[in-house]
C-alpha cells in the first residue's frame, strides 16, 4: 500500500475502536473526581509504559533514519515539546491538581489488573515481533486521538474524554493540559510513520503489519473496559 492506502487502512481501525461497545460504555459513565482519577492514575501507567515500547522498536529496527523519526517522537513526549517544557508527565500531573491528585499520587499508583494485562501486552508486542510490527501497534493507537479522523463521532479520545470532564466537573480547558495537547500533538505523531510503512511494510509483511494494527485496538479496547469496570465499581 502506499501512503494513502495506510492511512484508509489505519484510520478504518481507529473509527472501529472508537465505535465500539467497549468505549460506547466508558463514555457513557458519568464523570465524579474520584472516577477522573482512577482514569489519569490509570493513563500515567499507560504514558510511561509507552516509552519503554517505543524504545523497544527502536532498539529491534535497523534502520536510522526510522530510528531518527522514532527518537523525534519521544524527544517530543520525555524532554520538551510546544506544549511543555518538561514533557508529557508533566501534562498529566497539571491536569491532576483540580480533581485533587498530587505530583506523588499519579507518580507511585498501581496498575489495575486489567491495565497491567495490557501493558505487559503492548510490551511483549514491541519488544518480541518484528520492528514494523511493533511499530504499527504503537502508531494506531495515536489515531485514536486524532479529531480529524473522527469529528463524525464525537472527536477523539482526548477531545470526548476531555469535554466529558468539563461538563460533569465544572472546570474548563485551561485545567485539561494533557488533554489539549495531544489533541494537536498526536495529528502530527498519526501522520509521522506512513511514510515508513509505505516503504518497509510490503509484500508478505504488509497483512503482518495490519493484524498487529488490529491487535493492539483490541488491547486499547480492553484497557478501557477495564477503566470503565473501575469507575463503575466507585
Known sequence: MNEQGW??????????TMSSPELDRYYSIPITRPRAQIILKQLSLYVRHRRDCWAYVSGNCPILAVKQKILGHEYEEVIRDQHSEHGHLDLLIRQGKPIG??????IQTKPIASTMAVLYAWGWMT?????LEGLASMTITEWNQDDRL????????????GQRWVDHLGITWDDLPNWRAHREADKEHSDMFLSVLA???VGDKEEAVLNAAR???ALYRAYQAGIASAMEAV
Not at 7 to 16: D, S
Not at 101 to 106: M, S
Not at 127 to 131: E, L, S, T
Not at 150 to 161: E, F, I, W
Open 7 to 16: 492511512r484508509q487502512a489505519l484510520g478504518e481501525l481507529a473509527r472501529e
Open 101 to 106: 491528585l498530587t505530583a506523588d499520587d499519579i
Open 127 to 131: 519488544k518480541n515481533k518484528p520492528w
Open 150 to 161: 473522527l469529528g463524525d463521532q464525537g472527536g477523539g479520545h482526548a477531545y470526548k474524554m
Open 199 to 201: 516503504e518497509h511494510a
Open 215 to 217: 491487535e493492539s485496538e
